[in-house]
């Protein structure tokens, strides 16, 4: 049962007739893990704790440089140097005290990071490298959990979810090819607003598997250009030749 502050802290939610109490109850029990505390992870942790998912577990092990201020918008100048998943945790009590935060601020090894996945209701990948999105979609695989991805480099941005149920498509269906050589934003520069942009859109899909609402972007591959403002989505098949998920 809600008390008063969280019927009025979640009013404006509740209110959607579609989400009601029930969708808020959901949203309070559930635990949701973030890989990654930069550009995506964020505004992720940020709306998600805003709105009142009940457990985050964020993990990243980076400290905050000056370059990162520019569109991780948890961290502020006084925080240089900190770790970002503390920042970003400090920021996540001032808007909402009443979270859980798993904070972790090192490296999960393979088997750590299972353990994680096993604990967690939805995973969401805010992490910037092949090889960390690879593990991320095997364990969603391996364990049945969901997976919201985004990505977001220069002017353009993509979401998906993978894994949603047994005949979704995973993101090895997608990316099985491509090699560590691909960009990240390190090497290739975006524009600040773009992760807000598609952090935002994650947090949404998150809410919305959580409280069972509208329609994921399951089997569906949502692509933003910034540039031109176009936003379409592209249908995914699920690879039968896919090594991981077969
Ligand atoms: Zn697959």
């Not at 900190?82 to 970003?88: G, H, P, Q, T």
């Not at 009590?93 to 090894?109: F, K, S, V, Y």
């Not at 934003?185 to 609402?213: D, F, M, N, R």
Request: aromatic residues 4%.
């Amino acid at each position: 049962m809600m008390n008063d502050d969280q019927l009025l802290r979640y009013s404006r939610q509740i209110m959607l007739p579609q989400f009601d109490i029930a969708g808020q109850d959901k949203l309070l029990a559930a635990n949701v893990l973030i890989i990654g505390a930069g550009g995506l992870g964020c505004p992720v942790a940020m709306y998600l704790g805003a709105a009142g998912v009940g457990s985050l577990t964020i993990v990243d092990d980076d400290q905050i440089d000056l370059s990162n201020l520019q569109r991780q918008i948890a961290h502020t100048t006084r925080d240089l140097g900190k770790e970002k998943v503390i920042s970003l945790t400090e920021t996540i009590h001032l808007i909402n005290p009443d979270i859980h935060i798993n904070a972790i601020t090192t490296r999960l090894d393979e088997e750590a990071l299972a353990t994680q996945v096993q604990l967690a209701d939805v995973l969401v990948d805010c992490t910037d490298n092949f090889p960390s999105r690879s593990l991320l979609n095997t364990l969603s695989v391996r364990y049945g959990k969901p997976l919201v991805s985004g990505a977001a480099i220069g002017f353009n941005g993509q979401v998906s979810v993978f894994n949603l149920t047994a005949d979704s498509p995973c993101y090895a269906c997608l990316y099985s090819d491509i090699d560590e050589q691909q960009l990240s934003c390190s090497e290739s520069g975006v524009l600040a607003p773009l992760t807000g942009v598609i952090g935002s859109l994650q947090a949404t899909e998150v809410i919305k598997i959580i409280s069972g609402i509208g329609q994921p972007l399951s089997g569906r591959l949502l692509a933003y250009d910034g540039l031109t403002m176009d936003m379409h989505t592209l249908n995914l098949t699920k690879d039968p030749e896919c090594d991981v998920c077969n």
